[in-house]
């Protein structure tokens, strides 16, 4: 049992580990919302809407955090006949495939998707602009009901659409449960540590994921003792606390700019969770604790670890600063999701 290597094993885990992102690729007639679908699912409004990007030659990558959603180019065009399409954007690279669709559904659509079928690729059905469905005499019921079998017609398959509207912001939350389950669970846990959440049952699957995170960059920065804690004899590493910390709020979607926007209920809350994430904020944080039970030793095993860090008191000290840190962002996040349930006049179940 020796701690070098144990550090040297978290250490090669957590940088594999940064390396593999999950991939989403996005497909879809011009206008059906793509761009828009991407920016609901990262929360932030990286990609240019309302443009159209018929132009585009090129697979546009919008990374955030473990996640990377990719908004790929029109397949069978006279730009890109299909051979030309798959040789260049590589389909099996991706982890997942959303075809996006608003208006009438497509046939070149219905072929990408049997490419891809045929691939073993999963590809969900995602209808956007379920505010725009609209028919005299019909209900909407039946509206939607005449777009699922349009689409299973032309596919020729029982497939599952998704009904979205980025506009209102309906349907999302079933969508990212849906993607969710369709992910394998080393992509799955990535995609719900990056992706936006519409629930608080997402909020918790983040905090679950957290947990296995704070166990891995406590134990290096443990591990890694370089900068001692004022008052007792412990020493940790304050740069990987401040990765941890960050991915931590990055986790739940509190950037800076979001913060800054909150309303001023939430502001004082939210400044305090950027003021920690911060060297100086840790080290208060952890001569806090220092005092505490907290600087009692773990003595039981932490697979993620490795007994020999888990062993240390510097462990419990960075473990419990981190797990601090994730309930202060998991509490901002779970008011601001209420808050945002309740401008939408949903109800937070
Ligand atoms: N009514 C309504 N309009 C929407 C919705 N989502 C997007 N739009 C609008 O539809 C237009 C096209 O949206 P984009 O997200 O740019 O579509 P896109 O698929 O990326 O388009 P290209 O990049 O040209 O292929 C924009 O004007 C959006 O504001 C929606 O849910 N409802
Ligand atoms: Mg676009």
């Known amino acids: ?20 992102k999950v991939k989403v690729a996005l497909f879809g007639q ?24 018929d132009v585009t030659v090129e697979a546009l990558e919008y990374e ?19 051979d030309r399409w798959e040789q260049e954007f590589q389909p099996e690279q991706y982890d997942l495939f959303l075809c996006v669709f608003s208006g009438k559904f497509h046939s070149a659509d219905t072929e990408l998707f049997k490419q891809l079928k045929n691939r073993g690729k999963v590809c969900l059905f995602v209808r956007n ?36 509207s980025c506009r209102r912001g309906t349907g999302l939350d079933q969508l990212s449960e849906s993607i969710q389950h369709a992910l394998e669970p ?8 990056s992706a936006k959440a519409y629930t608080l049952k997402h909020l918790e699957a983040k905090k679950e994921s957290a947990k296995r995170l704070i166990y891995k960059y406590a134990g290096l920065a443990a591990a890694n003792g370089l900068n001692p804690v004022p008052g007792v004899d412990i020493s940790v590493d304050l740069g990987v606390m401040l990765v941890l910390f960050n991915k931590l709020r990055d986790s739940y979607g509190l950037s800076e700019n979001k913060i ?3 309303t001023p209920t939430l502001l004082p809350i939210g400044k ?3 003021d920690i994430a911060t060297k100086e904020g840790i080290l208060l944080l952890l001569k806090r604790f220092a005092g505490q039970q907290a600087s009692k030793q773990i003595s039981k095993y932490i697979p993620f670890v490795g007994q020999a860090i888990a062993a240390t008191i510097g462990f419990a000290l960075t473990k419990y600063a981190g797990e601090a840190y994730l309930n202060d962002c998991h ?9 945002e349930l309740a401008l939408k006049g949903a109800t937070v179940n």
């Open 260 to 262: 800054n926007n909150l």
């Open 331 to 339: 509490e901002l996040a779970m008011k601001i999701l209420e808050e």
């Open 30 to 53: 011009p206008g059906a919302g793509k761009s828009s679908l991407i920016n609901k699912i990262i929360g932030e409004n990286k990609a240019q809407t309302g443009q159209s990007t």
């Open 1 to 20: 049992m020796s701690i070098y290597k144990d550090v040297e094993n978290l250490r090669e885990e957590l940088e594999k580990d940064q390396k593999d």
């Open 272 to 274: 305090k969770v950027l």
């Open 64 to 82: 955030h955090e473990d996640l990377v959603l990719v908004d790929l180019p029109g397949y069978g065009t006279s730009k890109f006949p299909k």
């Open 186 to 193: 080393s992509r799955r846990e990535k995609y719900i540590r």
């Open 129 to 164: 602009k379920h505010d725009d469905i609209w028919e005299d005499g019909k209900t909407l019921e039946q509206l939607e009901a005449e777009i699922v079998a349009d689409v299973q017609k032309q596919v020729g398959s029982r497939e599952a659409v998704h009904f979205v």
